[in-house]
Every structure is written in C-alpha cells, then in structure tokens.
C-alpha cells in the first residue's frame, strides 16, 4: 500500500532562512509525486509535482523539490523564507495525476522575524 | 469556472441530521475527487469519479457516506444520519482526467482543489 511520511509535524524558521520539508514515501512503482500548501482556512495550492526526467522539479514562490529515488525521498527546500510561506506543507504521492491522491499528515511551518 | 468550488462553506448541523455538499468542478475536467481532512487524520480520500461513474469508493468510512455526479460535472456528497466524528474540512478536487501535456504529466495531470465545507456536528 502506498503510505507518505513527513516526519516534521511542526518546523519553526527565521524570515530569510533555508528551508528543507522532508517527505518520505512507500510505493510499488514509480510514483507520481506533489507538494501542496494550505494556508489557514484555505484549500490546498499545488507548488511542484514529479512524473519523470529532471529529478530536480522547480515550482512556484520560489520552492523546489527533489526525487531521490534510493531514498525514496522528496523533500522540498526553499533557499530563502518569507514571512508570506507560513502554512501547512502536505506532501503526496499518487500513480497518475488523475487518481486518488496518499497525503501525508503534513508539516506546519512557522515564520519568525 | 475559473476553479473549484464548493458550498456551503460551513455547515453547522446536529446530530442524526442529513447533510449535503456540493462540488463544482473546473469545467471540462472528467475526474472528481472527495477527500476529508480531520483533525489527527490528515487527508484521507474518500471517493472519485471518472465522468459520472465512481471507480474507487474505497475510501467511504460507512454506508451514511454516499455521493453522486450528475451530467459529467456537479457531485454531490451526502451524510445520512450524521455523527460527531463526521466534523471535519470536506474537500473536492478536479483533473482534466486526460495524460500529458506541454510537458509530460503536465497541467493536465493535475488534481485543482476547492476551498472545502466545514462541517460541524454537534
């Protein structure tokens, strides 16, 4: 069964620090894997997805992620947070775009001056 | 429309009572989703549809959860006899239910969210 970790429940950063959101993923065959952020009392905004090739995925607010295939990892980073990205990040993984989607249970990220 | 939309927004209902949401999808896309989002449960899916038939109903929690979509577009999801453990974001999505794109797996393969219901039982 597909399952997705994201072992952060909680991040606190500094306005103008790096950021790394790890997900972790279990899955049977090449995954299709997404990013969305939720901001409070919001649905969820897609910022990257991965199907195939450049294993580096670029997104919008200036995220990116990585697929680590030994590691079945895909964690996002952002090299410089504002105070505008706190929310909650959910990471989720899928076989295609047009299927039910496994979410993990999302990191909340916290934006200090 | 220009996205996904869903009503009522909020709904307060007490328990035992009926209850409908509604999910309208960006027009033209074939595939809809429910998910519902809980507090200690995160996300879990609960049904899709592909045009107006519903291949996956797998993640429905009990036989008071039903849904439906009517002419390839609007779906609706209803709770019979709702309980207090049914309180929670009910959220809708919609994909183009096609492959590709500029790009592969591009715009096309993916899943557009509404803003969601919150339902609260009391």
């Known amino acids: 069964a597909q399952s997705v970790t994201q072992p952060d429940i909680h991040i606190t950063v500094s306005e103008g620090a790096s950021l790394e959101l790890r997900c972790n993923y279990s899955?049977?065959?090449?995954?299709?894997l997404f990013w969305y952020v939720q901001s409070p009392g919001q649905g969820l905004q897609l910022l990257l997805k991965?199907?195939?090739?450049?294993?580096l995925v670029q997104g919008i607010k200036g995220f990116e992620a990585e697929f680590k295939r030994s590691q079945s990892s895909f964690n996002l980073r952002k090299p410089s947070v504002h105070w505008s990205d706190a929310a909650e990040y959910f990471c989720?993984?899928?076989?295609?775009?047009?299927?039910?989607?496994?979410f993990g249970k999302g990191t909340r990220l916290s934006v200090i001056a | 429309g220009a996205g996904v939309s869903q009503s009522p927004s909020n709904k307060v209902t007490e328990k035992g009572k009926d209850v409908e949401l509604r999910c309208d999808p960006i027009?033209?896309?074939?595939?809809l989703y429910w998910y519902r989002q809980s507090l200690g449960q995160g996300l879990e899916f609960l049904i899709y549809f592909q045009g107006n038939s519903a291949p996956d109903k797998s993640g429905l929690p009990s036989d008071r959860f039903s849904a439906e979509r009517t002419g390839g577009s609007v779906s609706t999801l209803t709770i019979q006899r709702t309980q207090q453990e049914d309180s929670a974001v009910y959220l809708c999505?919609?994909?183009?239910?096609?492959?590709?794109?500029?790009?592969?797996?591009?715009?096309?393969?993916?899943?557009?969210f509404g803003p969601g219901t919150r339902l609260l039982v009391l």
């Open positions: 999505a919609s994909s183009s239910g096609k492959r590709g794109g500029s790009l592969f797996g591009g715009v096309k393969e993916t899943q557009y």
């Open positions: 899955y049977g065959a090449t995954p299709y």
């Open positions: 991965y199907f195939s090739g450049d294993t």
């Open positions: 027009s033209g896309h074939t595939a």
């Open positions: 989720a993984v899928g076989y295609s775009g047009n299927t039910p989607l496994v």
